[in-house]
């Protein structure tokens, strides 16, 4: 089985499905919403552990646990899929990284 350390971002994705490309300075109603994993670092993790190798992830989120909710929620997704994140750092006082698609 492969140990693999990823070293990078992890991100709350918030993915709004319209019906067309929005045009300029219109607000636009979204007919569908999902919110996931992302970042380049976490969803190579989440791959390697699907694929039935060990993933170990470093990811610098904001902190500390149970004052940034969005990495409160990253990190429990990440733990849902079998990606270790012991090592990922919690900066006090700092966002974690979120992203509107």
Do not use: H, W, Y
Request: charged share 20%.
């Amino acid at each position: 089985m492969a140990n693999i350390l990823c070293i990078g971002a992890s991100v709350l994705d918030e993915i709004f499905r319209v019906e067309e490309f929005p045009q300029r300075d219109i607000k636009m109603r979204a007919n569908a919403f999902l919110t996931t994993g992302g970042g380049c670092a976490a969803n190579a993790a989440v791959a390697i552990a699907r694929l039935g190798g060990r993933a170990r992830l470093v990811a610098p989120l904001g902190g500390p646990a149970g004052e940034d909710a969005i990495g409160d929620r990253i990190l429990a997704m990440l733990a849902k899929e079998g990606v270790d994140c012991s090592m990922s750092v919690r900066c006090p006082g700092a966002p974690s990284p979120i992203s509107a698609i």
